[in-house]
């Protein structure tokens, strides 16, 4: 069974230019998710889809983010534009299933995409 | 203070050591995570776990629901377990993950 894609692994960008994430979750799982991980921290939500809608985007800095997963399946993380405290690795995940009344399914995460902005 | 505190932050050992990480939460959760992070590499879920406790090979999670608090433990550590050991928690009707910060250990030979 394929992983979570995500493509670029790295990026390196200057200051107020734009920089997108592209993210292929494992086939067949309706929710996915986008993290954001400072270096010494652990990740922060950015965003959640299920399916192709949004289910929490609370933490996710609306000014200058964007994301969509259009068909349901890959999505897309848009930064415009960036900041130096932007730069922190941005994580994919995706899980099975999500119900409200349920336990949180397992999350599978892939590999990153580490971001400096100078 | 954060919702998930983890200590050690850091933690070094040698080889065969047994090894205790502890994660406490400030309020009810409907389940456990424990996750691996591998220095470049993606994280790796180890355990999610809503009571008790959970085994697999070397691993140990447990979890005290009134303690609020959960412990992963390794028997026989490796070099191989080296890597930044992640407490992340769920809440009923808010199916993201909060995450601690993390502990970072280190098996020497």
């Known amino acids: 069974e394929a992983g979570v894609a995500q493509s670029p692994r790295y990026k390196i960008i200057e200051k107020r230019q734009s920089v997108a994430f592209w993210c292929n979750p494992i086939s067949g799982h309706a929710t996915l998710y986008w993290y954001q991980q400072i270096l010494g921290q652990g990740p922060k939500l950015l965003i959640q889809f299920q399916n192709n809608g949004v289910v929490d985007d609370s933490q996710l800095p609306k000014d200058r983010f964007s994301a969509e997963r259009l068909k349901g399946v890959d999505s897309t993380l848009k930064i415009q534009p960036a900041k130096l405290e932007d730069s922190a690795v941005y994580l994919c995940?995706?899980?099975?299933?999500?119900?409200?009344?349920?336990?949180?399914?397992?999350?599978?995460f892939g590999p990153g995409t580490r971001l400096t902005v100078l | 203070k954060n919702e998930v505190e983890q200590s050690p932050q850091n933690l070094t050992a040698q080889e065969g050591e047994f090894i205790t990480i502890n994660c406490s939460y400030s309020v009810g959760i409907s389940a456990l995570h424990w996750l691996q992070q591998h220095p470049g590499g993606g994280i790796v879920s180890l355990f999610m776990?809503?009571?008790g406790k959970k085994k697999h090979g070397r691993l140990i999670a447990t979890i005290n629901i009134q303690e609020k608090h959960s412990s992963l433990h390794i028997t026989a550590s490796h070099p191989r377990d080296s890597a930044v050991y992640i407490c992340?928690?769920?809440?009923?009707?808010?199916?993201?993950?909060?995450f601690g910060q993390g502990t970072r250990l280190t098996i020497n030979p």
């Open positions: 992340a928690v769920s809440h009923q009707g808010a199916q993201k993950l909060v």
């Open positions: 995940a995706s899980s099975l299933r999500w119900s409200a009344s349920s336990s949180t399914d397992t999350q599978y």
């Open positions: 776990l809503s009571s």
